[in-house]
């Protein structure tokens, strides 16, 4: 018998600059310099829920598509093992910000808000991202491995 051993590190984009999500907000690059320039830790929590975090942000920045994340869901205590199952299954990929507006300009032609500066307060995993091209993926594949039972003599 074997068992599936699933790796819990990701890599993703919690935010995407220059299209629009399901709310009509629109994030610019360098929405996020001021934010990030203050290198404070962000948690990583469970549909954004401050009562539950899942893992740990290790890297994060902006490029050209948007706000890239790396990190790895802490699967010691059981919340981050579950969002680990169900992210490695293919269950669930969404990625979502918690953020502060701080500076924004309206096109009310289009009915959007520009979103120029943020405060960032969390990144979240989540079933239904605002901005549907935020997602998630682990950065390795689940492997099988044989169990003690399963093993040559």
């Not at 984009?13 to 220059?18: E, G, P």
């Not at 605002?130 to 003599?153: C, E, I, S």
């Amino acid at each position: 018998m074997t068992m599936p051993i699933t790796a819990n590190r990701f890599d993703g984009y919690a935010a995407v600059f220059s299209m629009p999500d399901s709310g009509g907000d629109v994030i610019m690059p360098g929405a996020f310099q001021k934010a990030l320039a203050r290198k404070q830790a962000l948690p990583l929590l469970w549909q954004h829920d401050i009562k539950n975090p899942i893992g740990v942000i290790e890297s994060i920045a902006e490029d050209t598509r948007g706000l890239k994340i790396s990190g790895h869901f802490t699967t010691g205590a059981q919340i981050g093992s579950d969002a680990n199952a169900l992210v490695c299954d293919g269950a669930l990929n969404g990625l979502s910000i918690g953020y502060r507006v701080r500076q924004f300009s309206l096109n009310r032609l289009r009915k959007i808000r520009i979103l120029t500066e943020l405060e960032l307060v969390e990144i979240s995993v989540v079933t239904f991202p605002m901005q549907p091209l935020a997602r998630l993926m682990v950065q390795n594949p689940p492997t099988q491995t044989p169990t003690t039972g399963d093993q040559p003599q």
